[in-house]
C-alpha cells in the first residue's frame, strides 16, 4: 500500500503521539511476500563477459638487433665525458671490441631468457640490410601466427630520420645505410612487437603508424577495385596488431649520465630489479638507509624466482605493483590486451612502467603504441619505495652478521586495505584498487586463507564484482587451488566457485577438463560440511552437469548420483532443492544417468520431497522427475512402467497452493506427452469424438436441464462481443447496467498500464476471420478463463467438431471432476494416459494465467497433431480453420461465432486471413471489462508465437510428411516451448549477495521505517478507534460516503488501517477511498464468466496489504498493487477446493483468514472445511462438516483452535482443529429454523459465538454449553449481515430495502432506509454490508449498484 503523504505529515503523528508501535505487529508473520511472490521466476540477464581471452598469444620468436659498432661513435651524437657506457651491464672498453659485442649479445640474450625461456633467439650483430632482412623473414616463417618480437639497439648508428628510416651497416662498415620501416614491416608482419632503444626513437614510433595507415588504405583499395594495379602486387600484412616501445621521444637524446647504463631503456625492460635498487640508492632518500651503498646491492642474497629469499621477494612485490598500477589506471580491453594476452609482453610492459618512472626523472619520455596513460606519479610507487627501504635496511646485518631477513608486510598491509574498502564502503563506489594485489597473494602460502576469505567477500557483492575479479585473471589461481588438500580452503573455495558459476557458467568446461568437478564431489560427500557450503557444491555440480555432456558423464562416474540421493532429506531446504535440480539435470538427455538413477530407486527417494513443506523443493522434485521421464532414448517395458508410476504421483500435485510447482508439473508432464505422443494423440481423438456425443449439465441450473456442448460454447461466446457502438480496443459483456467506466486492464506478471490498444487489437485481429454480417468476431480475453483462449475449433464449417476449445476443457473439468469423469466420456479410463490426460485438461483451468497457458499449449499441441493425422482429409473439405490461442504450430485463422450464430463465411486462402482482414470500424464507447490478457507475447494472441510450418492446407494428405508435421519437428516444438525458468531463477540466489543483511533486518533502510510508519499508524488507529467505541455509539446513520459502483455489489471488505474499501461484484473488484470519496482503482479478477465472487480477505492488512478474493468455482486469487499508483499484479492463485461446482443459489465460497498464524480456512458448497498454510502453501487439513448442506460462514480463533461453521441446514458446528478429522467436530446446535447467514466467534479467551438465520433470530452460545445462552430477534428475510467486533453492534440488510443496526441488547439504534440527498431515494435491496474491524463504520452495497459508508455520530468521531 502506498503510505499516505497526508497523514504522514499530519500534526496527528507530533510530539505528544510518539507512541511504540504495537509489539504484536513486528511478530506477526506476513504472507506471500517471499521472493517467488515478488519478483518473476526467470534467470538474471547474463553479462558479457570479456575476461576469457580469445585470442592468448605467445611470442615465440625474438631478433635482438645490436648496431654497437664498439669504439666508434655516430656522426650525431656528442657525448659527454665521462658517459654512459654500460650496455647490458658491461663496459663494451673493457674487452676487445668484437668480443664486446659478442658478450653484450650474450649478455641482452640472457636477460630475455629470464622473461620467456622457451622462445627462439636470433642476434644480429652490427648488422647489413641483407642480414635483418633475412633474419626477420626466417622469424616470421617459423612463427606462423604468433607474435614476434624485434628488439633494435642503436647506439652506434645515427638518429632515425623523419622519412622513417633506422640505420644499419654495409658490409665493410664503411658506411651506414638506411633501413626502411615500411620494409621491416614487410618482413616482420603482424602480430609484433618491437623495441627501440635509441635517442629520438619517438620518430620510429610516428613513422610506423604512418606506414601501418599507408597499408590499410592499400588493402581498401585493392579489396574494392581488384583490376587495381595494388591488387595484381602480393599484399602487404595489415600491421594493427603491433605494440611498440621506444626509449623517448621524437625530440629526445638518451640520458648520458656515467651512473647510468648507457642502455638504461633496456635495463628497465630486462632487469628492473637491478636498476630500480641502483636508482633508489641514487636518490636523496637513500641516504636515510646506512650502509647501504651500490657494491651492496650487487650482493643482495637470493634468486628472482624463490619468493622466500629477499630478491624474491622484492621482484615479487614489484610485480603486484605495477600489476596495480597497470590495472588501476588503463582502461579494461587495454589492460587485457597488454597484461593478460602474452607472458613476455606483460613482463615487458609491467617493466615499461618503471621505465617510465625513472627515465622522467632524466627527463626523457618512454613512449608506448598503444599509448598508456601517464604512471609515474601513482601512489602505489610510494608502496615500492618503502618495500625497498625495509629490504636494504636489513641488507647489512644479513651479508656481514648472517641475521636471518624479515618478510615484508607489503602484502598483509594491502589484505589490511582491501579489508577496510570491504567493511567500511558504500555500494556505489570504484572499486578497490588491491585487487591486482590479492590475486598474487594467493600464492603464498601465508596470506592465502586471508586472501581468499576476503576475495570471497567481494565476490559476494554482486556479479559486478565477479566480472571484475574473472577481469584481474583470478580464475587460474583459483582452478589450481582446487588441487590443494588443505580442508581450511575447502569452504571458502566452495564459496568462490558457487559465485563465479552463477555469473558465468561457461567456466563448466574448465572445471571438468582439470578434474574440478573432483574437488566439489568430495565436498558434497562430506557430511562434516556444514549444510551451506554442501549446498554451494551441489550447486557448482548442477552447473557442471547442466547440457554439458562431458560433465553429465564425469560427474556420472564420480558417483554423483549416490551422493546426492543420501542428501535428499537433509533438513536444509536449499540443499535439499539443489541436490533435486541436480538430479534432474545429470540425467536430463543422458540415459546412462537416468539409468543408474533406476537402479539407485531415485524416482521413488524423490517423491518424498514431492510433499516438502518448500514450495521450491517441491518444484525441483517436479523438474527432476520431469527430466527422469522425458529421456528421448528407446523404451523398454521396464522404463516405461517406470513412467507411468512416476507420471501418477506427479498427477497428485494437481491441486498444489504453489503455482510455480504447479507450472513446473505442466513441463513436466509435457515431456511424458512428447515421449508417448502417439499414445495421447489416442486419447485425445477419443475425448474429442466422445466429447462431442454427449451433453452436459449447465452450471446455471444442476437439477438436470441439459445442453448440446456445441450449444453451451456457442453461448458461452455470444457472451462477449463487440457491441454496435464499441470502439476498437473495447469489449462490452451482455449486461443490463448503465454505462460504467472504463476498468484498468490488468495483466498477472506484466505491468502493461493501459487497456489493449486500437494497434494492439488489430495486431490480435490478423487471425480473427470476419462473420458475414461485417462486424469483427470478438476475441475474447476475459470471457471465459484467465489463459485468454479464444475457441479452437478445427474442422467443418458447421463446427460440430472442436479441437480442445477453452470451453471444452473447461466444461470437462466444472461437469465432472477431475476424480469422475466417466460420466461424461465413454473411454476406458484406466489407462495413465487418459489420467494424465484429465490432469492437463484441469490444469488448463488453473486460476493461474501462466500455469493454464502452459497447458492450453500441450493440449492443443496433441490435440491438433491428433486430428492432423487422423483425419487429413476431412480437414481439406473445411471452408475455414479455426484455432485456439494457445494454438497448434500450423493453423490460420480464428474463427467464432457472432452473438446471431450465424455460420462463419468461407475463408479463401490461408493468406488472405492473415493478410487481408478489414480493420473493424472505430467507434467512441468506455469500455466495461478491462482486457485480460496475460499471453507470454503481450497482447497478441499465441498464434503469432508459433512458426508457420504448413503453407496451405491444399497440397493433399500424402504430402502431409514434408510439411514440417512429422513427430520429429513437432517434438522439437513442445519442449522448446515449454521451461519455467525456476533453475536458472533458483541460481540468482548464488549470484546476489548473500552476506549483507536484508534490508528489511537493517534499522536504518528505507524498507524498515515504512514499516514503522505503518505500525505506528496501526497502533494510533486501534487507540483512537477503542476510545469511540468504549464511549457508546448510540446511532450509526451519519453517511459519511455515497457513490455508484461499476457493477452491482456482492462482497465488501474494509482494510483494518487505511482508509480504502474493496467493493466485489461478480468478477471485478472496485476500490474506493472513503474519506476522500474518490475511486482509486478498479480491475478484473480474471474469474470464467459463470462464476463469481463470493468472499474476500485483507492479507497482512498490518504491512504490506495482499487481497484475496473468493470465487464459487473454489478458485483463490491473491493480488498486490491495488489501489495504488500501480498496476495491480496477481500474486498467486490456486485452487482451494476442488469438486465445487457454481451454482446460482449455493454460498460459494467462504475463506477465514488468521494471520497469527498464516492459516486460510476455506469452505462452502462442499463438505470439508479445507485449512490451507500459505507459508507452505499446501492443505494441512481437510476436516469433514459431517453435513449434507454447504457452509455459509467459518469464524475462526487461532489462541483456541477453534473453527465455527454456520451451514445451510441452520445448523452451527463447532470444530477444534487439533484433533483429528473423527473428533474434532467438538459442537453442533441446532437451535436454527434457517440457513445461516453469518457464525461469528469473538476472539476474547471465554468470546461467545454469535449466529444469525434468514429468519433474523440471532443466538449467542457459549462453547461449553450445549445450549444458547441468548436469542434476539430481528428483521425477517435477512441478506446481509455484519457483526462489529469491538463495539458489540450488528446490522442487518433486509430484501424489504432497509437496514437496521442493534447494540447488543437487542436494541434498534438505528434503521437506515433512504440515502443521504439524492432527493431522499430509497435504498435498494441490501446485497451485503460489512463494519470497519476498527471504526464504527458501515458500509452497505445494494441491488441498485451504490454504495454507502454510515458511522457514529460526528460529535463522536
Same mark, same amino acid.
Given at each position: 500500500?502506498?503510505? $499516505?503523504?497526508?497523514?504522514?505529515?499530519?500534526?496527528?503523528?507530533?510530539?505528544?503521539?510518539?507512541?511504540?508501535?504495537?509489539?504484536? %505487529?513486528?511478530?506477526?508473520?506476513?504472507?506471500?511476500?517471499?521472493?517467488?511472490?515478488?519478483?518473476?521466476?526467470?534467470?538474471?540477464?547474463?553479462?558479457?563477459?570479456?575476461?576469457?581471452?580469445?585470442?592468448?598469444?605467445?611470442?615465440?620468436?625474438?631478433?635482438?638487433?645490436?648496431?654497437?659498432?664498439?669504439?666508434?661513435?655516430?656522426?650525431?651524437?656528442?657525448?659527454?665525458?665521462?658517459?654512459?657506457?654500460?650496455?647490458?651491464?658491461?663496459?663494451?672498453?673493457?674487452?676487445?671490441?668484437?668480443?664486446?659485442?659478442?658478450?653484450?649479445?650474450?649478455?641482452?640474450?640472457?636477460?630475455?631468457?629470464?622473461?620467456?625461456?622457451?622462445?627462439?633467439?636470433?642476434?644480429?650483430?652490427?648488422?647489413?640490410?641483407?642480414?635483418?632482412?633475412?633474419?626477420?623473414?626466417?622469424?616470421?616463417?617459423?612463427?606462423?601466427?604468433? !607474435?614476434?618480437?624485434?628488439?633494435?639497439? #642503436?647506439?652506434?648508428?645515427?638518429?632515425?630520420? /623523419?622519412?622513417?628510416?633506422?640505420?644499419?651497416?654495409?658490409?665493410?662498415?664503411?658506411?651506414?645505410?638506411?633501413?626502411?620501416?615500411? %620494409?621491416?614491416?614487410?618482413?616482420?608482419?603482424?602480430?609484433?612487437?618491437?623495441?627501440?632503444?635509441?635517442?629520438?626513437?619517438?620518430?620510429?614510433?610516428?613513422?610506423?603508424?604512418?606506414?601501418?595507415?599507408?597499408?590499410?588504405?592499400?588493402?581498401?583499395?585493392?579489396?574494392?577495385?581488384?583490376?587495381?594495379?595494388?591488387?595484381?602486387?602480393?599484399?602487404?600484412?595489415?600491421?594493427?596488431?603491433?605494440?611498440?616501445? @621506444?626509449?623517448?621521444?621524437?625530440?629526445?637524446?638518451?640520458?648520458?649520465?656515467?651512473?647510468?647504463?648507457? $642502455?638504461?631503456?633496456?635495463?628497465?625492460?630486462?632487469?628492473?630489479?637491478?636498476?630500480?635498487?641502483?636508482?633508489?640508492?641514487?636518490?636523496?632518500?637513500?641516504?636515510?638507509?646506512? #650502509?647501504?651503498?651500490?657494491?651492496?646491492?650487487?650482493?643482495?642474497?637470493?634468486?628472482?624466482?624463490?619468493?622466500?629469499?629477499?630478491?624474491?621477494?622484492?621482484?615479487?612485490?614489484?610485480?603486484?605493483?605495477?600489476?596495480?598500477?597497470?590495472?588501476?589506471?588503463?582502461?579494461?580491453?587495454?589492460?587485457?590486451?597488454?597484461?593478460?594476452?602474452?607472458?613476455?609482453?606483460?613482463?615487458?610492459?609491467?617493466?615499461?612502467?618503471?621505465?617510465?618512472?625513472?627515465?622522467?626523472?632524466?627527463?626523457?619520455?618512454?613512449?608506448?603504441?598503444?599509448?598508456?596513460?601517464?604512471?609515474?606519479?601513482?601512489?602505489?610507487?610510494?608502496?615500492?619505495?618503502?618495500?625497498?627501504?625495509?629490504?636494504?635496511?636489513?641488507?647489512?646485518?644479513?651479508?656481514?652478521?648472517?641475521?636471518?631477513?624479515?618478510?615484508?608486510?607489503?602484502?598483509?598491509?594491502?589484505?589490511? @586495505?582491501?579489508?577496510?574498502?570491504?567493511?567500511? #564502503?558504500?555500494?556505489?563506489?570504484?572499486?578497490?584498487?588491491?585487487?591486482?594485489?590479492?590475486?598474487?597473494?594467493?600464492?603464498?602460502?601465508?596470506?592465502?586463507?586471508?586472501?581468499?576469505?576476503?576475495?570471497?567477500?567481494?565476490?559476494?557483492?554482486?556479479?559486478?564484482?565477479?566480472?571484475?575479479?574473472?577481469?584481474?585473471?583470478?580464475?587460474?589461481?583459483?582452478?589450481?587451488?582446487?588441487?590443494?588438500?588443505?580442508?581450511?580452503?575447502?569452504?571458502?573455495?566452495?564459496?568462490?566457485?558457487?559465485?563465479?558459476?552463477?555469473?558465468?557458467? +561457461?567456466?563448466?568446461?574448465?572445471?571438468?577438463?582439470?578434474?574440478?568437478?573432483?574437488?566439489?564431489?568430495?565436498?558434497?560427500?562430506?557430511?562434516?560440511?556444514?549444510?551451506?557450503?554442501?549446498?554451494?557444491?551441489?550447486?557448482?555440480?548442477?552447473?557442471?552437469?547442466?547440457?554439458?555432456?562431458?560433465?553429465?558423464?564425469?560427474?556420472?562416474?564420480?558417483?554423483?548420483?549416490?551422493?546426492?540421493?543420501?542428501?535428499?532429506?537433509?533438513?536444509?531446504?536449499?540443499?535439499?532443492?539443489? /541436490?533435486?535440480?541436480?538430479?534432474?539435470?545429470?540425467?536430463?538427455?543422458?540415459?546412462?544417468?537416468?539409468?543408474?538413477?533406476?537402479?539407485?530407486?531415485?524416482?521413488?527417494?524423490?517423491?518424498?520431497?514431492?510433499?516438502?513443506?518448500?514450495?521450491?523443493?517441491?518444484?525441483?522434485?517436479?523438474?527432476?522427475?520431469?527430466?527422469?521421464?522425458?529421456?528421448?532414448?528407446?523404451?523398454?517395458?521396464?522404463?516405461?512402467?517406470?513412467?507411468?508410476?512416476?507420471?501418477?504421483?506427479?498427477?497428485?500435485?494437481?491441486?498444489?497452493?504453489?503455482?510455480?510447482?504447479?507450472?513446473?508439473?505442466?513441463?513436466?508432464? +509435457?515431456?511424458?506427452?512428447?515421449?508417448?505422443?502417439?499414445?495421447?494423440?489416442? /486419447?485425445?481423438?477419443?475425448?474429442?469424438?466422445?466429447?462431442?456425443?454427449?451433453?452436459?449439465?449447465?452450471?446455471?441450473?444442476?437439477?438436470?436441464?441439459?445442453?448440446?456442448?456445441?450449444?453451451?460454447?456457442?453461448?458461452?461466446?455470444?457472451?462477449?462481443?463487440?457491441?454496435?457502438?464499441?470502439?476498437?480496443?473495447?469489449?462490452?459483456?451482455?449486461?443490463?447496467?448503465?454505462?460504467?467506466?472504463?476498468?484498468?486492464?490488468?495483466?498477472?506478471?506484466?505491468?502493461?498500464?493501459?487497456?489493449?490498444?486500437?494497434?494492439?487489437?488489430?495486431?490480435?485481429?490478423?487471425?480473427?476471420?470476419?462473420?458475414?454480417?461485417?462486424?469483427?468476431?470478438?476475441?475474447?480475453?476475459?470471457?471465459?478463463?484467465?489463459?485468454?483462449?479464444?475457441?479452437?475449433?478445427?474442422?467443418?464449417?458447421?463446427?460440430?467438431?472442436?479441437?480442445? +476449445?477453452?470451453?471444452?476443457?473447461?466444461?470437462?473439468?466444472?461437469?465432472?471432476?477431475?476424480?469422475?469423469?466417466?460420466?461424461?466420456?465413454?473411454?476406458?479410463?484406466?489407462?495413465?494416459?487418459?489420467?494424465?490426460?484429465?490432469?492437463?485438461?484441469?490444469?488448463?483451468?488453473?486460476?493461474?494465467?501462466?500455469?493454464?497457458?502452459?497447458?492450453?499449449?500441450?493440449?492443443?499441441?496433441?490435440?491438433?497433431?491428433?486430428?492432423?493425422?487422423?483425419?487429413?482429409?476431412?480437414?481439406?473439405?473445411?471452408?475455414?480453420?479455426?484455432?485456439?490461442?494457445?494454438?497448434?504450430?500450423?493453423?490460420?485463422?480464428?474463427?467464432?461465432?457472432?452473438?446471431?450464430?450465424?455460420?462463419?463465411?468461407?475463408?479463401?486462402?490461408?493468406?488472405?486471413?492473415?493478410?487481408?482482414?478489414?480493420?473493424?470500424?472505430?467507434?467512441?464507447?468506455?469500455?466495461?471489462?478491462?482486457?485480460?490478457?496475460?499471453?507470454?507475447?503481450?497482447?497478441?494472441?499465441?498464434?503469432?508465437?508459433?512458426?508457420?510450418?504448413?503453407?496451405?492446407?491444399?497440397?493433399?494428405?500424402?504430402?502431409?510428411?514434408?510439411?514440417?508435421?512429422?513427430?520429429?519437428?513437432?517434438?522439437?516444438?513442445?519442449?522448446?516451448?515449454?521451461?519455467?525458468?525456476?533453475?536458472?531463477?533458483?541460481?540468482?540466489?548464488?549470484?546476489?549477495?548473500?552476506?549483507?543483511?536484508?534490508?528489511?533486518?537493517?534499522?536504518?533502510?528505507?524498507?524498515?521505517?515504512?514499516?514503522?510508519?505503518?505500525?505506528?499508524?496501526?497502533?494510533?488507529?486501534?487507540?483512537?478507534?477503542?476510545?469511540?467505541?468504549?464511549?457508546?455509539?448510540?446511532?450509526?446513520?451519519?453517511?459519511?460516503?455515497?457513490?455508484?459502483?461499476?457493477?452491482?455489489?456482492?462482497?465488501?471488505?474494509?482494510?483494518?488501517?487505511?482508509?480504502?474499501?474493496?467493493?466485489?461484484?461478480?468478477?471485478?473488484?472496485?476500490?474506493?477511498?472513503?474519506?476522500?470519496?474518490?475511486?482509486?482503482?478498479?480491475?478484473?479478477?480474471?474469474?470464467?464468466?459463470?462464476?463469481?465472487?463470493?468472499?474476500?480477505?485483507?492479507?497482512?492488512?498490518?504491512?504490506?496489504?495482499?487481497?484475496?478474493?473468493?470465487?464459487?468455482?473454489?478458485?483463490?486469487?491473491?493480488?498486490?498493487?491495488?489501489? $495504488?499508483?500501480?498496476?495491480?499484479?496477481?500474486?498467486?492463485?490456486?485452487?482451494?477446493?476442488?469438486?465445487?461446482?457454481?451454482?446460482?443459489?449455493?454460498?460459494?465460497?467462504?475463506?477465514?483468514?488468521?494471520?497469527?498464524?498464516?492459516?486460510?480456512?476455506?469452505? #462452502?458448497?462442499?463438505?470439508?472445511?479445507?485449512?490451507?498454510?500459505?507459508?507452505?502453501?499446501?492443505?494441512?487439513?481437510?476436516?469433514?462438516?459431517?453435513?449434507?448442506?454447504?457452509?455459509?460462514?467459518?469464524?475462526?480463533?487461532?489462541?483456541?483452535?477453534?473453527?465455527?461453521?454456520?451451514?445451510?441446514?441452520?445448523?452451527?458446528?463447532?470444530?477444534?482443529?487439533?484433533?483429528?478429522?473423527?473428533?474434532?467436530?467438538?459442537?453442533?446446535?441446532?437451535?436454527?429454523?434457517?440457513?445461516?447467514?453469518?457464525?461469528?466467534?469473538?476472539?476474547?479467551?471465554?468470546?461467545?459465538?454469535? +449466529?444469525?438465520?434468514?429468519?433474523?433470530?440471532?443466538?449467542?452460545?457459549?462453547? !461449553?454449553?450445549? %445450549?444458547?445462552?441468548?436469542?434476539?430477534?430481528?428483521?425477517?428475510?435477512?441478506?446481509?449481515? $455484519?457483526?462489529?467486533?469491538?463495539?458489540?453492534?450488528?446490522?442487518?440488510?433486509?430484501?424489504?430495502?432497509?437496514? @437496521?443496526?442493534?447494540?447488543?441488547?437487542?436494541?434498534?439504534?438505528?434503521?437506515?432506509?433512504?440515502?443521504?440527498?439524492?432527493?431522499?431515494?430509497?435504498?435498494?435491496?441490501?446485497?451485503?454490508?460489512?463494519?470497519?474491524?476498527?471504526?464504527?463504520?458501515? @458500509?452497505?452495497?445494494?441491488?441498485?449498484?451504490?454504495?454507502?459508508?454510515?458511522?457514529?455520530?460526528?460529535?463522536?468521531?
Amino acid at each position: 500500500m502506498k503510505m $499516505d503523504v497526508d497523514l504522514l505529515h499530519s500534526p496527528v503523528v507530533g510530539v505528544a503521539e510518539e507512541e511504540e508501535a504495537d509489539m504484536n %505487529d513486528w511478530k506477526l508473520p506476513l504472507a506471500f511476500m517471499k521472493k517467488r511472490h515478488l519478483e518473476k521466476i526467470e534467470g538474471s540477464k547474463a553479462l558479457a563477459q570479456s575476461w576469457r581471452m580469445k585470442d592468448r598469444m605467445k611470442t615465440v620468436s625474438v631478433a635482438l638487433v645490436l648496431c654497437l659498432n664498439v669504439g666508434v661513435d655516430p656522426p650525431d651524437v656528442v657525448k659527454t665525458s665521462p658517459c654512459a657506457r654500460l650496455e647490458c651491464w658491461i663496459d663494451p672498453l673493457s674487452m676487445s671490441p668484437q668480443k664486446a659485442l659478442e658478450t653484450i649479445g650474450a649478455n641482452l640474450q640472457k636477460q630475455y631468457e629470464n622473461w620467456q625461456p622457451r622462445a627462439r633467439y636470433k642476434q644480429s650483430l652490427d648488422p647489413t640490410v641483407d642480414e635483418v632482412k633475412k633474419l626477420c623473414t626466417s622469424l616470421r616463417r617459423n612463427a606462423k601466427e604468433e !607474435r614476434v618480437l624485434f628488439h633494435y639497439n #642503436g647506439h652506434g648508428v645515427p638518429r632515425p630520420t /623523419v622519412n622513417g628510416e633506422i640505420w644499419v651497416f654495409n658490409k665493410n662498415y664503411t658506411q651506414y645505410i638506411p633501413l626502411s620501416i615500411y %620494409d621491416l614491416q614487410t618482413w616482420m608482419g603482424s602480430p609484433s612487437i618491437f623495441v627501440y632503444d635509441c635517442s629520438n626513437a619517438g620518430i620510429i614510433v610516428k613513422s610506423f603508424k604512418q606506414f601501418a595507415l599507408q597499408r590499410e588504405q592499400e588493402l581498401e583499395v585493392a579489396a574494392i577495385n581488384p583490376s587495381h594495379p595494388l591488387a595484381q602486387m602480393p599484399l602487404p600484412p595489415s600491421m594493427k596488431n603491433c605494440i611498440q616501445l @621506444a626509449a623517448c621521444e621524437a625530440s629526445e637524446l638518451l640520458p648520458m649520465n656515467p651512473d647510468l647504463p648507457a $642502455d638504461l631503456f633496456t635495463s628497465c625492460l630486462t632487469t628492473p630489479i637491478k636498476i630500480a635498487l641502483r636508482w633508489f640508492c641514487m636518490q636523496k632518500s637513500a641516504k636515510l638507509v646506512p #650502509g647501504v651503498t651500490l657494491d651492496l646491492i650487487e650482493k643482495i642474497p637470493g634468486r628472482l624466482n624463490d619468493r622466500r629469499t629477499p630478491l624474491g621477494e622484492l621482484n615479487w612485490i614489484f610485480t603486484a605493483i605495477t600489476d596495480t598500477i597497470a590495472w588501476n589506471v588503463l582502461p579494461r580491453d587495454l589492460f587485457q590486451k597488454l597484461f593478460r594476452q602474452d607472458l613476455l609482453v606483460a613482463s615487458l610492459f609491467r617493466n615499461f612502467l618503471l621505465a617510465e618512472r625513472i627515465m622522467r626523472s632524466y627527463n626523457c619520455t618512454p613512449v608506448s603504441s598503444p599509448r598508456l596513460p601517464p604512471t609515474y606519479m601513482h601512489a602505489m610507487w610510494q608502496a615500492w619505495d618503502l618495500a625497498v627501504d625495509i629490504c636494504l635496511s636489513q641488507l647489512p646485518t644479513i651479508i656481514e652478521a648472517g641475521t636471518t631477513f624479515r618478510p615484508s608486510p607489503f602484502f598483509a598491509e594491502q589484505l589490511t @586495505a582491501f579489508e577496510v574498502w570491504l567493511t567500511m #564502503g558504500v555500494e556505489n563506489r570504484n572499486p578497490p584498487e588491491q585487487l591486482p594485489i590479492v590475486l598474487q597473494v594467493l600464492l603464498s602460502q601465508v596470506h592465502r586463507l586471508r586472501a581468499l576469505d576476503l576475495l570471497g567477500g567481494f565476490l559476494d557483492l554482486g556479479p559486478w564484482a565477479v566480472s571484475l575479479a574473472l577481469s584481474v585473471g583470478i580464475f587460474p589461481y583459483v582452478l589450481k587451488l582446487l588441487q590443494s588438500s588443505a580442508r581450511e580452503l575447502r569452504p571458502l573455495l566452495v564459496f568462490i566457485w558457487a559465485k563465479i558459476l552463477a555469473v558465468d557458467s +561457461s567456466c563448466q568446461a574448465d572445471l571438468v577438463k582439470d578434474n574440478g568437478h573432483k574437488y566439489f564431489l568430495s565436498v558434497l560427500a562430506d557430511n562434516y560440511m556444514p549444510a551451506e557450503h554442501r549446498t554451494m557444491a551441489v550447486f557448482i555440480l548442477a552447473v557442471i552437469v547442466n547440457s554439458y555432456n562431458t560433465g553429465q558423464e564425469a560427474c556420472l562416474q564420480g558417483n554423483l548420483i549416490a551422493n546426492c540421493l543420501e542428501q535428499l532429506s537433509d533438513p536444509h531446504p536449499l540443499l535439499r532443492q539443489w /541436490v533435486a535440480i541436480c538430479l534432474g539435470r545429470i540425467w536430463q538427455n543422458f540415459d546412462p544417468a537416468r539409468w543408474c538413477g533406476v537402479r539407485d530407486s531415485a524416482h521413488e527417494k524423490l517423491y518424498t520431497l514431492l510433499s516438502d513443506p518448500i514450495p521450491e523443493v517441491r518444484c525441483a522434485a517436479v523438474f527432476a522427475l520431469g527430466t527422469f521421464v522425458g529421456n528421448s532414448a528407446e523404451r523398454t517395458d521396464h522404463s516405461t512402467t517406470i513412467d507411468h508410476n512416476v507420471a501418477m504421483m506427479l498427477a497428485q500435485l494437481i491441486n498444489d497452493g504453489s503455482p510455480v510447482v504447479r507450472k513446473e508439473l505442466v513441463v513436466a508432464l +509435457s515431456h511424458l506427452v512428447v515421449q508417448y505422443e502417439s499414445n495421447f494423440c489416442t /486419447v485425445a481423438l477419443q475425448f474429442i469424438e466422445e466429447e462431442k456425443n454427449y451433453s452436459a449439465p449447465s452450471p446455471a441450473n444442476t437439477a438436470g436441464r441439459r445442453l448440446s456442448l456445441r450449444r453451451i460454447s456457442r453461448d458461452l461466446k455470444m457472451e462477449l462481443y463487440f457491441s454496435e457502438h464499441a470502439e476498437p480496443g473495447t469489449l462490452t459483456p451482455v449486461r443490463d447496467s448503465p454505462a460504467i467506466p472504463r476498468l484498468r486492464s490488468v495483466n498477472s506478471y506484466t505491468n502493461i498500464r493501459t487497456a489493449t490498444t486500437t494497434r494492439n487489437l488489430n495486431k490480435s485481429l490478423q487471425n480473427l476471420n470476419l462473420n458475414e454480417e461485417g462486424g469483427p468476431a470478438a476475441f475474447s480475453p476475459g470471457n471465459l478463463s484467465t489463459s485468454s483462449s479464444a475457441s479452437s475449433t478445427l474442422g467443418s464449417p458447421d463446427n460440430d467438431e472442436y479441437i480442445l +476449445s477453452f470451453e471444452t476443457i473447461d466444461k470437462m473439468r466444472r461437469v465432472s471432476s477431475y476424480s469422475s469423469l466417466n460420466s461424461l466420456i465413454g473411454v476406458s479410463f484406466n489407462s495413465v494416459y487418459t489420467q494424465i490426460w484429465r490432469v492437463l485438461l484441469h490444469l488448463a483451468a488453473d486460476p493461474f494465467p501462466e500455469v493454464s497457458d502452459l497447458a492450453m499449449k500441450v493440449l492443443n499441441s496433441i490435440a491438433y497433431k491428433a486430428t492432423m493425422n487422423a483425419r487429413p482429409q476431412r480437414i481439406l473439405d473445411s471452408g475455414s480453420l479455426t484455432q485456439s490461442a494457445p494454438a497448434s504450430p500450423t493453423s490460420k485463422g480464428t474463427h467464432i461465432h457472432q452473438a446471431g450464430g450465424s455460420p462463419p463465411m468461407p475463408s479463401t486462402s490461408s493468406s488472405s486471413l492473415t493478410n487481408d482482414v478489414p480493420k473493424p470500424p472505430a467507434r467512441e464507447q468506455p469500455s466495461t471489462r478491462p482486457p485480460y490478457t496475460p499471453t507470454l507475447g503481450g497482447q497478441a494472441p499465441h498464434s503469432h508465437q508459433f512458426p508457420r510450418t504448413r503453407k496451405m492446407f491444399d497440397k493433399g494428405p500424402e504430402q502431409a510428411g514434408e510439411d514440417g508435421d512429422e513427430p520429429g519437428g513437432h517434438r522439437n516444438y513442445i519442449s522448446a516451448a515449454l521451461q519455467t525458468g525456476l533453475c536458472d531463477w533458483s541460481a540468482k540466489y548464488f549470484a546476489q549477495p548473500v552476506m549483507k543483511i536484508p534490508e528489511e533486518h537493517d534499522l536504518e533502510s528505507q524498507v524498515r521505517m515504512e514499516r514503522q510508519w505503518r505500525f505506528l499508524r496501526n497502533t494510533r488507529v486501534r487507540r483512537q478507534s477503542c476510545s469511540i467505541t468504549q464511549r457508546g455509539i448510540s446511532r450509526l446513520d451519519d453517511q459519511i460516503f455515497i457513490n455508484r459502483n461499476p457493477g452491482v455489489p456482492s462482497v465488501v471488505k474494509f482494510h483494518p488501517f487505511n482508509t480504502c474499501i474493496a467493493v466485489a461484484d461478480k468478477d471485478s473488484i472496485c476500490f474506493w477511498d472513503w474519506e476522500k470519496g474518490e475511486r482509486l482503482d478498479y480491475f478484473y479478477n480474471g474469474n470464467p464468466r459463470y462464476t463469481r465472487i463470493t468472499s474476500m480477505e485483507y492479507l497482512n492488512g498490518h504491512d504490506c496489504s495482499l487481497l484475496l478474493t473468493a470465487t464459487d468455482d473454489g478458485a483463490l486469487r491473491i493480488w498486490k498493487n491495488f489501489a $495504488d499508483q500501480k498496476n495491480p499484479e496477481m500474486v498467486t492463485a490456486w485452487q482451494g477446493l476442488s469438486d465445487m461446482l457454481p451454482t446460482t443459489r449455493g454460498a460459494g465460497m467462504v475463506v477465514d483468514w488468521e494471520q497469527e498464524t498464516g492459516l486460510l480456512m476455506t469452505s #462452502g458448497d462442499v463438505r470439508v472445511i479445507r485449512i490451507w498454510d500459505t507459508d507452505r502453501e499446501m492443505k494441512v487439513q481437510d476436516i469433514p462438516t459431517g453435513a449434507d448442506s454447504c457452509v455459509t460462514s467459518l469464524s475462526c480463533d487461532s489462541q483456541r483452535s477453534l473453527i465455527v461453521a454456520g451451514l445451510g441446514d441452520g445448523s452451527v458446528r463447532v470444530f477444534d482443529r487439533r484433533m483429528g478429522p473423527n473428533e474434532c467436530r467438538v459442537m453442533t446446535y441446532r437451535e436454527h429454523g434457517a440457513w445461516v447467514v453469518k457464525a461469528h466467534l469473538q476472539k476474547e479467551t471465554d468470546g461467545h459465538i454469535i +449466529s444469525v438465520s434468514v429468519n433474523g433470530d440471532v443466538r449467542f452460545f457459549e462453547p !461449553r454449553t450445549p %445450549d444458547s445462552i441468548n436469542v434476539l430477534q430481528t428483521v425477517k428475510g435477512l441478506t446481509a449481515l $455484519d457483526i462489529h467486533p469491538q463495539a458489540n453492534l450488528f446490522a442487518c440488510g433486509s430484501m424489504n430495502q432497509f437496514i @437496521a443496526v442493534y447494540n447488543a441488547n437487542g436494541d434498534v439504534i438505528s434503521n437506515i432506509k433512504y440515502y443521504d440527498g439524492f432527493m431522499g431515494q430509497r435504498i435498494g435491496a441490501i446485497s451485503c454490508l460489512a463494519f470497519h474491524p476498527y471504526w464504527p463504520h458501515l @458500509a452497505v452495497g445494494s441491488n441498485d449498484y451504490y454504495m454507502s459508508i454510515y458511522s457514529a455520530e460526528k460529535r463522536l468521531r
